[in-house]
């Protein structure tokens, strides 16, 4: 089931990227999220072409070249993945290799994709190689592409993530992220055997985010689309310092 929340996303949205956003803690994982998908790409995901962007991993030192692959093949035991959802094509974009090649030869790679699945990590680090790569530059033009994001991949649009969740910096400590939405994503709600991701966890770090919030588990997934904020969930979530 879904809860429509009662506001547009405001100004920054619209002055930032027009992309569909599919932020999830999770993945896809659930019916509800599978068709608010769909939905956003229009047509069937076998006739849509993905690329998936695992860079954010790198940064996150829980990961490793394991779980980049394991990722990236849709090996997760039991769990959701992106890659394995039943697409036209899936194409892996490393943003950390960008730089090394000609701007004209990856662009179209990402204009001729339907979606970008964007996986989880360390939000600062995916921060830093979307800028550096000069994706972030790109998302405005990108107006008929889907972004789907997975905890980190999620979380790098929003203004700030704050300290717990920051493993790694360029230098200056800072916890702030792109901006692109104008609320804040904390994810994996009660995820089991992570003893800091508690509801209570959750409400003290949204007193300290500047904009409201929301704590999602991995059957929660937030939607943006021409503005419009809506929660799909067959799990657990809560607004927070609204």
């Known amino acids: 089931?879904?809860?429509?929340l009662d506001r547009p996303i405001g100004a920054r949205l619209d002055?930032?990227?027009?992309?569909?956003l599919l932020l999830t803690s999770g993945g896809v994982t659930n019916d509800s999220i599978r068709a608010a998908l769909v939905d956003m790409l229009g047509k069937p995901i076998a006739e849509c072409r993905a690329l998936f962007v695992p860079t954010a991993q790198w940064g996150q030192p829980a990961c490793s070249p394991e779980t980049v692959w394991m990722s990236a093949a849709d090996r997760w035991?039991?769990?959701a993945g992106l890659t394995g959802l039943g697409w036209k094509s899936v194409g892996l974009l490393e943003l950390t290799a960008l730089p090394t090649i000609e701007k004209s030869r990856w662009v179209s790679w990402?204009?001729?994709?339907?979606?970008?699945?964007v996986d989880g990590g360390?939000?600062?680090y995916l921060r830093h190689w979307m800028r550096e790569s000069g994706l972030a530059e790109l998302l405005?033009?990108?107006t008929e592409t889907?972004?789907?994001?997975?905890?980190?991949?999620?979380?790098?649009m929003t203004p700030r993530i704050g300290s717990e969740f920051v493993d790694w910096t360029s230098g200056d400590g800072s916890d702030e992220t792109l901006g692109i939405v104008d609320f804040c994503i904390f994810p994996h709600l009660d995820y089991p055997g992570w003893s800091e991701n508690t509801l209570e966890s959750a409400r003290r770090w949204a007193t300290r985010m500047p904009l409201p919030a929301y704590a999602i588990d991995?059957?929660?997934?937030?939607s943006v689309v021409d503005g419009v904020v809506e929660v799909i969930s067959e799990g657990h979530w809560e607004r927070l310092n609204a």
């Open 1 to 4: 089931m879904s809860a429509f």
């Open 15 to 20: 002055t930032v990227t027009s992309m569909k």
């Open 77 to 79: 035991e039991g769990e």
């Open 110 to 117: 990402v204009r001729e994709a339907d979606v970008l699945l």
């Open 122 to 124: 360390e939000a600062t």
């Open 140 to 142: 405005p033009t990108l």
């Open 146 to 156: 889907v972004w789907v994001g997975v905890s980190a991949g999620s979380m790098v």
């Open 218 to 222: 991995d059957q929660t997934a937030i």
